[in-house]
Each structure stands twice: as C-alpha cells, then as structure tokens.
C-alpha cells in the first residue's frame, strides 16, 4: 500500500517562501507520476503542478508559474514544492499526489496524501 506524507506547512508572509516535501513509501517512488494540488477555502482542489518519472519535465498553473518549483529525489523517494513570493490567495491545504500519467486532472491519481496547511498573512 501506497503511502504519501506531507510536511512543511505553516505561516509565511506575502512575499515570502516555504517549501513543502512529501515522503512516498510503499511503491517504487520513479515509477509513479508525482503531483501537487490544493484546496482554498471554500473552493475546490485544484491543480498546482506535476513533474515526470524522471523528473525532467514539469507542468504548473497559471497561478503558480514563475513562483513555485516542483521538484523530486528519486533516490530518498521525496517530492518537493518550493513556493516563492507567496501570496495570501496560496493559502490552501495542499497535497501531494501519484500516478500513472502526466496530467492536471486529478481524477488519474491514485494515492494522495493528507495534506498540509499553508497560510500565507501578515
């Protein structure tokens, strides 16, 4: 069984930088397609970005792009999310989600996580 756990949530300021990881355990972390999404308040989950089995290729939002880095080290089995110049429309419970292809539906992703908040405010 699949398992994926996020950490590195918390409080950041607008402006301001986090970086999110997700440990995958239970499968062959290259094999799986990796991906982030997130939950604003009082929306619905949206795609942020997803990253190949080899990592070298990435795919984000419009509303993310040029500010947040999707990342993987194949070898501690660990996804990554740095998230640059945050703004207070980031806050979001975000998870980390795997695959077996490169999308931005959510609906061919098959184990996901049980998020992490990040606030972003003064």
């Known amino acids: 069984q699949v398992q994926l756990v996020e950490s590195g949530g918390g409080l950041a300021q607008p402006g301001g930088s986090l970086t999110l990881s997700c440990v995958v355990s239970g499968r062959d972390f290259s094999s799986g397609v990796m991906g982030w999404f997130r939950r604003r308040p009082g929306k619905e989950r949206e795609f942020v970005a997803v990253?190949?089995?080899?990592?070298?290729?990435?795919y984000y939002a419009d509303s993310v792009k040029n500010r947040f880095i999707i990342s993987k080290r194949n070898e501690n089995a660990t996804l990554f999310l740095k998230m640059n110049y945050l703004k207070p429309e980031d806050t979001a419970v975000y998870y980390c989600?795997?695959?077996?292809?490169?999308?931005?539906?959510?609906?061919?992703?098959?184990?996901w996580g049980q998020g992490t908040q990040v606030t972003v405010s003064f």
């Open positions: 990253i190949s089995r080899g990592g070298g290729r990435t």
């Open positions: 989600a795997r695959g077996p292809m490169e999308t931005t539906e959510e609906g061919p992703f098959d184990s």
